[in-house]
């Protein structure tokens, strides 16, 4: 199967820009997807890349991909409180079956 | 539109007691997933649904997890005897179900099952 990793924990202050990492050792996936996952709330999509770019933005979100180092960011410029959550990277495998990584929980301090 | 449903929302039940789960895809969706996420932990993947061929029964984690589809709309999860392991938020999500093209997947908002 798909090992996907994330760091835990990312704690910014707002205003700030936000980075979040995640890393995967299968790079088949055609699609690679960001959930946002509120306190109470179920899975959001919030973005995804094709595996044929670089890079995608999306207002505040900035995508960068790296297949050569099999690795996948998002960055949220000027983070808000509401920004607080936690982002999951997830890949599709064969079958269409996602793998998600732990998740990565955002803090950000007013 | 209405989006992936679920229910109940929550659900407190005893140790060696059955559930179910329900799941109610966005319509037309041939594609449908369970996952479990337990507290503090990522995303577990559990079984998956892809119109009529047979489940991809391959991330349920003992023999007394089950799941059926009718069709390609409501799902049932059934956990048999719970165990206190079990406690955990089960998600469902649906997608059209294409293998062509980016097929996003729609999550439902979870079941939260307690087990006592």
């Known amino acids: 199967g798909e090992d996907v990793e994330q760091s835990l924990f990312l704690s910014v202050r707002e205003g700030d820009s936000s980075v979040i990492n995640c890393t995967y050792t299968?790079?088949?996936?055609?699609?690679l997807y960001w959930y946002k996952q509120e306190p109470g709330a179920g899975l959001q999509l919030l973005t995804y890349i094709f595996s044929n770019m670089d890079m995608k933005q999306d207002q505040r979100l900035t995508v960068l991909l790296n297949k050569k180092d099999k690795h996948l960011s998002l960055r949220i410029a000027d983070t808000q409180t509401g920004d607080s959550a936690i982002y999951f990277c997830a890949l599709i495998g064969n079958f269409n079956k996602f793998y998600f990584g732990s998740g990565t929980k955002l803090n950000v301090k007013p | 539109g209405a989006g992936v449903s679920q229910s109940p929302s929550n659900k407190v039940t005893e140790k060696g007691k059955d559930v179910e789960l329900r799941c109610d895809p966005i319509s037309g969706h041939t594609a449908l997933y369970w996952y479990r996420q337990r507290l503090g932990q990522g995303l577990e993947f559990l079984i998956y649904f892809q119109g009529n061929s047979a489940p991809d029964k391959s991330g349920l984690p003992s023999d007394r997890f089950s799941a059926e589809r009718t069709g390609e709309s409501v799902s049932t999860l059934t956990i048999q005897r719970t165990q206190q392991e079990d406690s955990a938020v089960y998600l469902c999500?649906?997608?059209?179900?294409?293998?062509?093209?980016?097929?996003?997947?729609?999550f439902g908002p979870g079941t939260r099952l307690t087990v006592l």
């Open positions: 999500a649906s997608s059209l179900g294409s293998l062509a093209e980016e097929d996003t997947q729609y």
């Open positions: 299968d790079s088949s996936s055609t699609y």
